[in-house]
């Protein structure tokens, strides 16, 4: 019964504190649903700025956990109208934009309690080529880097962490004077169902002790 107790306590540490070792992020590029189906069972927000006006300034309300939206710039980020979209979304579109010669294209999602993942759609203002997702953690060391190439207007791009150490994602073009925008950020902030099956596993453990 010890041996069972010990074992079922070292896989609860692994699923809710994860290993020492440096955590894994799972990219879900164009995969939604891949995204959706492995966050099922947790906590999530979405964002999705439709009661935002046109040209209302972004602030940080709109997470339970709070996130900040900011440009390297340091423009601040307004809800655009966008006529178009992907067919599972309706404008407006929080655009990100900046068209100044010689700079990058660049916006931040920062949190200031990291979380578990991340997912978001990416407005094809006018990069291009493909737009880089670095993926930070809380003391802002790189825990994964991806190159996101066009797919069409819109592209769907999500980063799931198997710790909850996401303290921001950075999403930059490779174009000066390009323009970017985004919509619809998922939030994982918490793993809700882990910490339910831990407490029922150990009281399922004290019942057949006794």
């Known amino acids: 019964m010890r041996v069972k107790l010990f074992l079922y306590l070292a896989v609860l540490y692994v699923l809710c504190f994860g290993w020492t070792a440096r955590a894994a992020v799972t990219r879900y590029s164009q995969n939604e649903t891949g995204f959706q189906e492995a966050i099922a069972s947790l906590e999530s927000t979405l964002v999705d700025f439709d009661s935002l006006a046109q040209g209302e300034v972004i602030a940080d309300q709109f997470l339970s956990r709070n996130a900040a939206f900011s ?15 992907p067919s599972a979304y309706s404008p407006p579109l929080c655009a990100a934009v900046e068209y100044e010669e010689g700079i990058q294209s660049t916006f931040t999602i920062a949190f200031p309690e990291p979380v578990w993942g991340v997912s978001l759609w990416v407005l094809d203002i006018n990069f291009s080529e493909f ?45 000066t004077g390009d323009a970017i925008g985004f919509d619809d950020v998922t939030v994982v902030p918490e793993p809700t169902t882990v910490w339910l099956l831990a407490f029922g596993g150990l009281r399922l453990i004290r019942r057949r002790r006794r």
Do not use: C
């Open 131 to 175: 737009v880089t997702f670095s993926v930070l953690d809380s003391a802002s060391s790189p825990l994964g880097s991806f190159n996101e190439y066009r797919h069409g207007d819109y592209s769907y791009l999500a980063v799931l962490s198997d710790s909850e150490d996401i303290g921001s994602i950075v999403v930059t073009t490779h174009s």
């Open 71 to 85: 440009t390297r710039a340091g423009k601040v980020i307004t809800a655009e109208t966008i006529a178009a979209g």
